[in-house]
């Protein structure tokens, strides 16, 4: 009986292992290319890291560097030049500046809308709901066209705003944190109402602190999706290089003269992808934790 | 001052009409109960007094002063609930802060940071800090006041929530249920608590209940509502003694009244089963309901034209007192009779017992469920 549970265990184990392998293996090419010399991406040897054996690069000194300052073991080559040849500092904090930008304004929309649709009564609020379901409904791409020539017109092309302004209203995040804040007892709205609140207080005061395993889940989404957005920030920043976010700036190494550089391309990614993956792991942590809502009951 | 004038209060959802033009007045210092059968109102009203509901028509006076126009926050009342609803994410203290905080600071007070520039602050603060202490201590919280909700015990919470609404001192407090969520040996032990801080605070308690035994148990007076309509309001002894209708004669006293289906002829005495009383009804020629409380009945040997006969079908032995479950004889019945167990004991289940009543305790009711007055005698 135990020997046969232990093999009926050992299945899930073996599949779920198959899975993750499926997950990891590509950022394990990612990490593995960033360390490796261009020869050895190419014929594909080397195992994780290579050989690091110290070598002059040609794609360095046709740039223009010394043959000495292009001399190095390819881990350090593959960072230094990704850093060299694109401003990806620059970048990372234009990810940040828009993903967060668009994150706070998303939660300050959101949070007072599924506030109203989930606990006030008002005429229309059923009509404003589904309305809300029915514009997740609509795809990005589908409206991507009339959004850019909004904002042409509105000469917003090649700035901060046109990252930031499409994505402020997030039905999604009015969905969500409605959702969440029907399971709130109306009890403890009640009583904040009897305690002098406001309804605006309500909402940052009493709701967001009880949302905040939502607004986490919310976080995660919404960060992620821009973090890792390339189609929006491809078609608003035409020129602009001061602007382009990660997604663009690892583009940079692709085509051009000294194209199929992978190695520092990869470097670029690693950088480009290790924020999200840390600031995934510390919200995790907080995410299970949660604050639950046993002091109700 | 706390006092409350329900006048001609109607409320209605959608087509549904919830309350039926209700009157109450309510004196400063007074405990009163609100009670009925689930549905039937009461919390309705309760949130109306509060300004958490607004009512269809009719007035709310505090004070003698018109607050229908005026929001839950402005009206000095202070609500407790029956889940509590304490803001889990804040400790006890910050809890019993809270509406303090938002009465006595200003809004820029209120700023994180940069409020505690105003000079102000400081000596609000501390009459703040005075406040939750001394109510803490009066509560016997002092102990919990750097937890948070989710680690205290229900009869924890019920003290914190009841310290949220006394550190406010206002006019009235308002209660929906609070008791409800408490094990049975702690709501008992509370009421007395509840009863002991109302008549230290000397102020008006608005207590909703289900629990008639806790209306009867706190209350200076109860007003009894079913159906959305307020029935009777009186001291709890009257209520109990003089129902003024089947309904409130049925809703309070537990073990349930015992109903007799009975006549009147046209002198006026009433019979039923085989009993005829000695008391002539004021409506005569009439089928009236007898209601007889089972404190009212007693278990005898006798077996005289004032008895009558039935089996006994169940016994509920609660100690001081013993409930017969009894079918009487023709089958139309099932009552209740108190006995006291030093003289009921060896009465079992299936045995057959006469049953005789205390003279003059009897209640009528006509077919409408009105109270019916015995003449004069």
Request: net charge neutral; with cysteine; hydrophobic share 45%.
């Amino acid at each position: 009986m135990e020997a046969k549970q232990y093999i009926g265990e050992g299945w899930k184990h073996a599949i779920l292992i198959i899975g993750a392998i499926v997950v990891m293996l590509p950022f394990y090419m990612m990490v593995s290319m960033s360390l490796k010399s261009q020869q050895e991406i190419q014929s594909i040897s080397g195992g994780l890291i290579g050989a690091q054996e110290t070598q002059t690069f040609p794609v360095c000194v046709k740039t223009g560097y010394s043959e000495e300052t292009c001399t190095m073991k390819p881990y350090q080559y593959n960072y230094w030049f990704a850093f060299e040849k694109a401003p990806i500092p620059r970048y990372l904090m234009n990810g940040v500046i828009v993903t967060l930008s668009i994150f706070i304004i998303q939660v300050l929309v959101a949070l007072p809308c599924a506030y109203a649709l989930a606990k006030l009564r008002f005429y229309g609020r059923e009509f404003v709901f589904s309305m809300v379901l029915f514009c997740l409904l609509i795809p990005v791409h589908g409206i991507a066209l009339p959004l850019y020539v909004m904002l042409a017109q509105a000469g917003l092309v090649d700035t901060y705003s046109a990252l930031i302004l499409p994505w402020t209203i997030s039905v999604f995040g009015i969905f969500l944190m409605r959702q969440f804040f029907m399971t709130v007892p109306d009890e403890l709205i009640d009583a904040a109402r009897m305690d002098g609140m406001g309804e605006y207080a309500i909402v940052w005061k009493v709701m967001l602190p009880t949302a905040i395993p939502a607004l986490l889940a919310f976080a995660i989404f919404s960060v992620v999706a821009h973090w890792n957005d390339y189609f929006w920030p491809r078609m608003v920043i035409t020129g602009n290089r001061d602007l382009f976010t990660p997604p663009l700036g690892i583009r940079e190494f692709r085509g051009g003269i000294d194209s199929d550089e992978f190695g520092p391309m990869m470097a670029s990614i690693v950088t480009v992808t290790v924020p999200l993956i840390v600031a995934f792991i510390i919200a995790q942590k907080r995410f299970i934790e949660g604050i639950t809502l046993t002091g109700m009951k | 001052m706390g006092t409350i004038s329900l006048k001609n209060i109607s409320k209605s959802f959608g087509s549904t009409q919830v309350l039926n033009n209700l009157n109450v007045d309510i004196n400063d210092g007074e405990f009163l109960t609100l009670v009925g059968p689930s549905g039937c109102g009461k919390s309705t009203l309760l949130r109306i007094i509060a300004g958490l509901e607004q009512q269809t028509s009719g007035d709310v006076l505090i004070d003698n002063k018109n607050v229908n126009r005026v929001r839950a926050s402005e009206r000095d009342l202070a609500m407790v609930f029956q889940s509590y609803a304490l803001y889990p994410h804040l400790t006890v203290r910050r809890n019993l802060e809270t509406p303090l905080r938002l009465r006595d600071y200003n809004a820029f007070e209120r700023l994180p940071l940069i409020g505690n520039f105003s000079p102000s602050k400081k000596e609000k603060t501390e009459s703040i800090n005075q406040l939750v202490n001394k109510t803490s201590e009066t509560l016997k919280i002092s102990e919990l006041l750097d937890r948070k909700p989710g680690q205290l015990s229900g009869g924890q919470r019920q003290r914190v929530a009841l310290g949220r609404a006394m550190v406010r001192e206002p006019v009235a407090f308002l209660m929906d249920e609070p008791l409800s969520n408490l094990d049975a040996a702690l709501r008992v032990h509370m009421r007395s608590e509840l009863s002991e801080l109302h008549n230290s605070l000397k102020t008006t308690f608005v207590y909703v209940t289900h629990d008639q035994a806790e209306a009867l148990t706190m209350s200076s007076r109860m007003a009894v509502m079913i159906d959305g309509n307020l029935l009777q309001l009186d001291t709890p002894q009257e209520v109990y003694d003089n129902p003024s209708s089947l309904s409130v004669a049925q809703f309070v006293g537990s073990p349930k009244i015992n109903i007799f289906k009975g006549t009147s002829d046209s002198s006026g005495t009433v019979s039923f089963l085989n009993v005829n009383l000695k008391r002539k009804s004021s409506e005569s020629n009439t089928d009236l309901h007898i209601g007889i409380r089972p404190e009212h009945l007693e278990i005898t040997n006798e077996s005289n034209e004032n008895t009558f006969n039935g089996t006994v079908a169940y016994r509920e032995n609660l100690g001081s007192d013993i409930f017969f479950h009894v079918n009487i004889e023709d089958g139309s019945n099932k009552i209740i009779v108190r006995g006291l167990p030093q003289f009921t004991h060896q009465i079992s289940n299936g045995s057959s017992v006469n049953i005789k009543r205390v003279s003059d305790k009897a209640l009528l009711f006509n077919q409408a469920g009105m109270r019916v007055q015995f003449t004069n005698a």
